[in-house]
């Protein structure tokens, strides 16, 4: 069932329909709410407080853009929230792939591993949040620039300017890495 039907039946106080969007959206929302917070609780706090505020809102929902992107710009909303009350360092360890059995054998290679991902996370943490949540949601949950548009507020050269100033920035950083 498309999710604009289910959103529908949701704002009608259809319980079981807002189930299904949960369950839909729930597992990529809380990789962006990860990555935004680097902390697994506040994350799954994030997502929680979205949602609630989503069933909330549902009646005002308009449609004007999809189901995932609205909720998108909530958990974002949410998230950016919860980083001016209490900031923390950002932690990319729930979005790295996992390691092959080869690196945990090669005890120096593991340690590299997870230099590099520290210094990742640091790089993130040192942009500012425009451009960390357009390169999280373009690099990370894969989304069109149109979307992360709708999601950010501003226009699609907005997001490919504040994706190329991240990704720059990014690149600089990890230059010792390569």
């Known amino acids: ?16 329909s807002f189930a299904v969007l949960v369950q839909r959206h729930g597992r990529p929302l809380l990789a962006l ?4 917070l680097g902390n697994p609780q506040d994350a799954e706090e ?12 549902l009646p005002e929902y308009r449609y004007s853009a999809e189901f995932r992107t609205w909720m998108y710009r909530i958990t974002v909303n949410r998230c950016l929230t919860m980083r001016r009350r209490r900031p923390s360092p950002l932690s ?13 054998s090669q005890p120096a290679r593991s340690a590299e591993q997870d230099a590099a991902i520290a210094a990742l996370s640091r790089a993130l943490a040192a942009l500012d949040d425009g451009q960390r949540i357009c390169w999280i949601l373009r690099e990370v949950q894969g989304l069109p620039y149109k979307d992360i548009a709708h999601v950010t507020r501003t226009s ?19 230059g010792p890495w390569r």
């Open 92 to 104: 990319l360890n729930t979005v790295v792939e996992p390691a092959t059995g080869d690196a945990w």
């Open 46 to 57: 994030a997502v929680q407080d979205a949602f609630v505020g989503a069933w909330r809102r």
């Open 1 to 16: 069932m498309p999710d604009r039907l289910l959103a529908v039946r949701a704002a009608e106080g259809d319980e079981d």
């Open 156 to 174: 699609e050269q907005t997001v490919r300017g504040r994706l190329f100033r991240a990704r720059r920035s990014l690149q600089e950083a990890m």
């Open 33 to 36: 709410a990860r990555c935004m």
